[in-house]
């Protein structure tokens, strides 16, 4: 999810570009020995060590054995359609509740009230270490909002490193349109930079009280699989891996990459072009970045500045196998449907996006599968002999 500050915006979908994984989508990034930033108050030896085998591949270890990068592997459960959350504890006694990954903000916030579409919440009365601060908050996203107070509390993350750590926590007492039907989260862990935090930045991100309280690096890499499957099928299960204070090389193969953040608010990259199958859309670089492109773990959406939108959807027109394929279904007022059994892919281009690489001479290209903009639309009640699939794209 992205807080509405502005009309316009990439919002992509896909994996944080600080890790790899071997699922359908992800951004490659290279590790530069000592190039990563690590906070300037930690001691040197508690810092990753990066080396690499006879292959060249490059390994992330911890030598203080603060993280155990394999006791978080998979601790991610969710899918592109409703999101990705981890288990965590808040309060004293701890309290287990389902959070939201979201790099696309940067409060930590979570239901403190009945919802009728969340399981259960946290209860404030309940833990005897939560301090209100007397604050109020509240936070629009591109979808939905929410409003309540803010307090400190502890945490801790089951999967995740070792230790508990006081945390700000936007509790929340009135949301519109934030927490939706069918949803296994009641909170939300926003990654970015303090910049975006509400109601201003002197509230420190989870993350970042994560880093100065268990002196772990400051680094982490998201991994996110299941693009185009249901939460609830068994031969590939939908979830991932949110990898705190470093990477986790059984994750990924190959060299991994770095792209440069243009401004430490959102993660906010440079995308160079976009290709639709072997087609360049020629557009100016200017049209790609209008007005930010930055990577939202937290929506299921493709979000596209209008002119790059009407391209994309033109070129997938003339490159798609259907003919006379309904305009309608691009915009969001149709679906289109299929045969149970059968998928809608086959038919349709990959698309290419382009990011600068850290050495600003080269670039480095994510593909990204039919699976991932076209989706399908869960059959309630199984009966149905068609099954309804819908674009992610969004103007």
Sequence with gaps: MAPTTTASLWAFAFSLCLGVSE??????LKI???????????????????????????????PTGTVNFLDMVNNLQGDSGRGYYIEMSIGTPGQKLNILVDTGSSNF????????????????????TYQSTGRNVAVRYTQGNWEGELGLDYASIPNGPNGTFIINIA?????????????????????????????????????????????????????????????????????????MGGVEPTLYRGS????????EWYYQVEVLKLEVGDQNLN?????????????????????????????????????SLIQDFSSGFWDGTKLACWMKGETP?????????????????????????????IQPITDVDGTARLLPFRSVFVS
Aim: charged share 15%; with cysteine; aromatic share 12%.
């Design 283 to 319: 557009l100016d670089c200017r049209e790609y970045n209008m007005d930010k492109a930055i990577v939202d773990s937290g929506t299921t959406l493709l979000r596209l500045p209008v002119n790059v939108f009407n391209a994309v959807v033109e070129a997938i027109t003339r490159s």
């Design 171 to 243: 509790a929340i007492l009135s949301s519109d349109g934030f927490f939706l039907p069918g949803i296994k989260w009641q909170g939300i862990l926003g990654l970015a930079y303090p910049m975006l935090a509400r109601p201003d930045s002197s509230v420190e991100p989870f993350f970042n009280s994560l880093v100065q309280q268990l002196k772990i690096p400051d680094i982490f890499s998201l991994q996110m699989c299941g693009a185009g499957l249901s939460a609830s099928d068994t031969t590939d299960p939908a979830g991932g891996s949110l990898i």
């Design 109 to 128: 916030a979570v239901a403190a009230g009945p919802h009728p579409f969340i399981t259960h919440y946290f209860n404030r009365a309940l833990s005897s």
């Design 345 to 373: 892919w086959r038919f349709f281009p990959k698309l290419s996006i382009y990011l600068r690489a850290t050495n600003t001479s080269q670039s480095f290209r994510i593909t990204i599968l039919p699976q991932l903009y």
């Design 256 to 263: 991994l990459w770095y792209t440069p953040i243009i401004e």
């Design 32 to 62: 530069y020995t000592g190039s990563y930033n690590v906070s300037s108050e930690l001691d040197p030896s508690q810092r990753v060590v990066l080396k690499s085998d006879v292959n060249g591949l490059s390994l992330a270890s911890d």
């Design 23 to 28: 699922c359908y989508f992800s951004i490659p």
